[in-house]
């Protein structure tokens, strides 16, 4: 099973920019992506990235378009989400997990091996 390892996040003010990174270890060839959630307080935790290693694929969820980029360093076995214009609103616990297979769009369910999460908050 892969694991993974969230870091990066931060206090920021609004149209700032962070970077965030998941570190992941074990059987990542086991997995068709690995995407990037967000769950801010008294609110579900929704998919806003993910990227996959296996065929290319990128989606981002509407909110985050145009802002957010995600990549992958393969010599690292790291993801990042680059986030940029940061807005209040963009507030939130962040975490990642993989998916064994292909999705048409981000279910929380379909996702395993979480990481621990890692704080965005964006105020001024």
């Known amino acids: 099973q892969v694991q993974l390892v969230e870091s990066g996040g931060g206090l920021v003010q609004p149209g700032g920019s962070l970077r965030l990174s998941c570190a992941a270890s074990?059987?990542?060839?086991?997995?068709?992506?690995i995407g990037w959630f967000r769950q801010a307080p008294g609110k579900k935790r929704e998919g806003i990235s993910y990227?996959?290693?296996?065929?290319?694929?990128?989606y981002y969820e509407d909110s985050v378009k145009g802002r957010f980029t995600i990549s992958r360093d393969y010599s690292k076995g790291t993801v990042y989400l680059q986030m940029n214009s940061l807005k209040p609103e963009d507030t939130a616990v962040y975490y990642c997990?993989?998916?064994?297979?292909?999705?048409?769009?981000?279910?929380?369910?379909?996702?395993?091996?979480w990481g621990q999460g890692t704080q965005v908050t964006v105020s001024s």
């Open positions: 074990g059987f990542t060839s086991d997995y068709y992506a």
């Open positions: 990227l996959s290693h296996v065929d290319g694929s990128v």
């Open positions: 997990a993989a998916v064994k297979y292909q999705i048409p769009i981000m279910v929380e369910s379909d996702f395993e091996s």
